[in-house]
C-alpha cells in the first residue's frame, strides 16, 4: 500500500513563507514524477507545480518565481517553498505523484489527504 503524507501548512501573514513536505511511502517500486495541486474553495484544483525523477521541473506561470519544488535525495519526497504568500494562495495542498508500486503492473495516481494554507492580509 502507497501513502503520502503531507505537513507544514498552516495560517501566515501576507508576505511570508511557508514550507511544505510531503512523503511517499509503502511498497514502491519507482516514482515518475511527484508534485503539489491546490484547491481554494469554490474553484477547480490546480497545478501548482511537479518534479520529475530526473529533476525537471514545472510550474503554474502565475506562480514562478514565488514557489520553489523542491526532491530529496531519494526522490521519496517532495518540497513546495512558497515566499511572498498572498491571500489568492489560500487553498488546500495537496500532494500528487505518479507511482509503481510492486503490487501493479501500471503506474497510478496517488494523492495525499491536503493541507490548508490560509494568508491572512
Known amino acids: 500500500q502507497v501513502q503520502l503524507v503531507e505537513s507544514g501548512g498552516g495560517l501566515v501573514q501576507a508576505g511570508g513563507s511557508l514550507r511544505l513536505s510531503c512523503a511517499a511511502s509503502?511498497?514502491?517500486?519507482?516514482?515518475?514524477?511527484m508534485g503539489w495541486y491546490r484547491q481554494a474553495p469554490g474553484k477547480q484544483r490546480e497545478l501548482v507545480a511537479h518534479?520529475?525523477?530526473?529533476?525537471?521541473?514545472n510550474y503554474a506561470d502565475s506562480l514562478k518565481g514565488r514557489f520553489t519544488i523542491s526532491s530529496d535525495n531519494a526522490k521519496t519526497a517532495v518540497y513546495l517553498q512558497m515566499n511572498s504568500l498572498k491571500p489568492e494562495d489560500t487553498a488546500v495542498y495537496y500532494c500528487?505523484?505518479?507511482?509503481?508500486?510492486?503490487?501493479?503492473?501500471?503506474?497510478?495516481?496517488?494523492w495525499g489527504q491536503g493541507t490548508q494554507v490560509t494568508v491572512s492580509s
Open positions: 500528487n505523484a505518479a507511482i509503481r508500486a510492486y503490487s501493479d503492473y501500471g503506474i497510478h495516481d496517488y
Open positions: 518534479i520529475t525523477s530526473g529533476g525537471s521541473t
Open positions: 509503502g511498497s514502491i517500486f519507482s516514482i515518475n514524477v
